[in-house]
């Protein structure tokens, strides 16, 4: 309605105006006339005219109400676009540019649609295809021959590029497959433990090379209900972060977790460089590196943003607190847990 009167308010005035010009042209010749016209007559010939306008609008309004109401909602979906309305020759006329525009926007959105596809099976199979020489290289450290300290420091510093090749592959595995997510997950009741030192095992070779003993503190009988693999992989991206910043700093690594009501809260916890005040806001930005990023030259920007990512999708939690040169701490957060 307000749309409908924004639109005709030029009009209106307009008749009006015309109206009272011609009321005027004919009140001055019956004086020219020697007629002595009553003011009545006036008011009365005006307010027939206002009466016509109102018809004319209401009769308008009548045909193109739907059509305004139309225009003055919001679009919530894109085909609400092509929904017929009456009304006058502009209003089908742009109405007919809507529907080319929507079919234009939907070839575009179906191309783009391909393009993104075709990329995401591109990029899953050349990180499956990575995997097999890395596989290998991985199988001929492991038999290779040590016969010195130098054999030993060279397969050390192979196996330690040999991970972060391992993690950066993950890393592009994952980030495309989180596009998906609602397609690739399975929600079980899982033991919260279990799954931790799963994680701590597929690293033992990280955390023996670094120094690093990792302290476990969970009581067994804390189950929560998440997806192992999606909640695995996040939990390793936290674990990975708190050895690389612990390395040369500290020699440990704390992983525990309390139930209170119906919530668990597991946390890792490192002694290591801990962050900047002025980045701890914007960790899970994606791309975002930090102050520690300049220093450590191999992070990413990518695991806090996609540890964000999983745990949104799976209905948890996650907070990090951090003090500068005393460590960092993560915080998972899992809801609506019934107790043992």
Not at 146 to 167: A, K, Y
């Amino acid at each position: 309605m307000k749309l409908f009167l924004r639109e005709h308010i030029p009009l209106t005035v307009f008749h009006l105006l015309h109206a009272v010009l011609l009321l005027s042209i004919v009140y001055l010749y019956m004086l020219e006339q020697s007629f002595h016209p009553s003011f009545g007559m006036f008011v009365y010939l005006f307010v027939i005219s206002l009466v016509c306008i109102v018809m004319f609008l209401t009769w308008r309004y009548w045909r193109q109400s739907h059509a305004y109401r139309f225009l003055s909602s919001n679009l919530r979906q894109l085909d609400m676009s092509t929904h017929p309305f009456s009304g006058s020759p502009l209003l089908h006329a742009f109405q007919k540019l809507l529907h080319s525009q929507y079919r234009y926007y939907t070839k575009e959105l179906q191309a783009l649609h391909k393009e993104m596809d075709d990329a995401s099976l591109f990029m899953n199979q050349w990180v499956h295809q990575m995997k097999t020489p890395v596989s290998v290289m991985d199988l001929l450290l492991q038999n290779f021959d040590i016969q010195d300290q130098f054999d030993r420091e060279f397969v050390n510093s192979m196996r330690e590029e040999l991970e972060r090749l391992q993690h950066g592959l993950e890393l592009a595995l994952y980030s495309e497959r989180i596009k998906r997510f609602s397609h690739d997950f399975h929600v079980k009741r899982l033991p919260l433990k279990t799954m931790v030192n799963h994680v701590i095992q597929h690293y033992k070779r990280s955390f023996i090379r670094n120094r690093i003993h990792p302290i476990v503190e969970i009581p067994e009988t804390i189950f929560v209900e998440t997806d192992q693999k999606w909640f695995q992989f996040a939990l390793s991206q936290i674990v990975i972060n708190a050895i690389k910043y612990s390395k040369n700093v500290s020699n440990q690594i704390v992983l525990s977790a309390v139930q209170r009501e119906n919530e668990v809260f597991l946390s890792v916890q490192d002694f290591g460089v801990g962050i900047p005040k002025q980045d701890i806001g914007r960790v899970f930005e994606p791309f975002f590196t930090g102050m520690n990023g300049r220093r450590f030259r191999e992070s990413t920007g990518m695991g806090l943003y996609l540890v964000k990512q999983i745990v949104d999708h799976l209905g948890h939690g996650i907070t990090i607190s951090a003090e500068e040169g005393k460590g960092t701490t993560v915080t998972i957060t899992f809801y609506n847990v019934t107790k043992m």
